[in-house]
């Protein structure tokens, strides 16, 4: 392995026995490499002890608390920390650019990186909305996440920068019949945000949050404000197919674009029967 990339690789898995290994391929330049797993049942943790990575494990909350007890719990070589999902693979440009960051010596929390989304054989240039940041290097000591919707956001005091290069986020690997249970959760949780159920979140961005220069201000503010918006599906769908060009994705980006909006619907939904005080769980017992 290369020396000098004292950047330490955290792998959060879950039945990953698919991806696990071009994941971990792509992080071979680094000396610490860590996967901290939610209880898998294929073979995830055999192919990572196979790979030499150290292994743990922990029942899975939600995004930003697996992240903060990575932090406090895995005892990684160095400071600087790169969170990878076992779908996504690192390239040896942004590997570089990482390296140059951390070199720098700055006082930076963490820096946010873009990532390209892979779907049916190709990038999704615009229905994928690049460039899409995640916070994702990081320094343990400086930075902290906190849940919103079906992920997270990352609460710091040091300044956060941005790198240029992207990760590729290969999102669709199990398939759509996946990708669609996977965002039947996270909905439900979206909408209880939305309406201020477990820890809320506020939706009252201003104008100057719209039409932000910085891309991640105005994207988080165009998401709030979409909450208050009727007939989200249409309007989802327009602004995937037109004003961000999914079109020019092809057939792939037009599918990817129903998807989006199809999403929204479930999230109208949901948000609907939380207003209405209607709970569509299952009953203790049902007839078998």
């Not at 000396?31 to 995830?44: A, E, M, N, Q, R």
Request: charged share 25%; proline share 4%; glycine share 6%.
């Amino acid at each position: 392995m290369e020396q000098g990339l004292p950047i330490s690789i955290i792998i959060l898995t879950f039945n990953e026995e698919m991806n696990l290994r071009a994941c971990l391929d792509s992080a071979r330049q680094f000396d610490d490499i860590h996967v901290l797993d939610s209880g898998s049942t294929d073979l995830t943790t055999t192919i990572a002890r196979d790979f030499g990575a150290r292994i743990y494990t922990n029942v899975f909350e939600s995004f930003g608390q697996q992240r903060n007890w990575a932090i406090d719990n895995i005892p990684a070589r160095h400071n600087w920390h790169f969170h990878l999902d076992a779908d996504e693979r690192l390239t040896p440009a942004l590997i570089s650019e990482m390296k140059e960051a951390i070199a720098s010596d700055s006082c930076d929390g963490g820096y946010l990186v873009p990532s390209k989304l892979m779907f049916a054989g190709r990038w999704l240039r615009y229905a994928g909305q690049y460039p899409a940041y995640q916070l994702r290097l990081f320094h343990r000591h400086r930075l902290r996440f906190v849940n919103h919707g079906h992920g997270q956001r990352e609460e710091s005091t040091y300044p956060i920068g941005k790198l240029s290069e992207p990760y590729l986020h290969f999102a669709f690997s199990k398939g759509l019949d996946h990708w669609f249970g996977k965002h039947a959760a996270y909905a439900r949780r979206e909408a209880e945000q939305a309406l201020g159920l477990k820890g809320g979140m506020d939706v009252s961005h201003g104008i100057d949050s719209v039409v932000s220069d910085d891309i991640v201000t105005r994207r988080r503010a165009l998401k709030a404000l979409s909450y208050r918006m009727p007939f989200r599906y249409a309007l989802r769908l327009c602004y995937m197919l037109f004003w961000k060009r999914a079109i020019f994705d092809g057939a792939a980006g037009i599918a990817y674009s129903q998807m989006l909006a199809t999403y929204e619907s479930m999230i109208s939904i949901h948000m609907r029967l939380l207003r209405s005080g209607l709970r569509p769980e299952l009953p203790e017992s049902c007839p078998k």
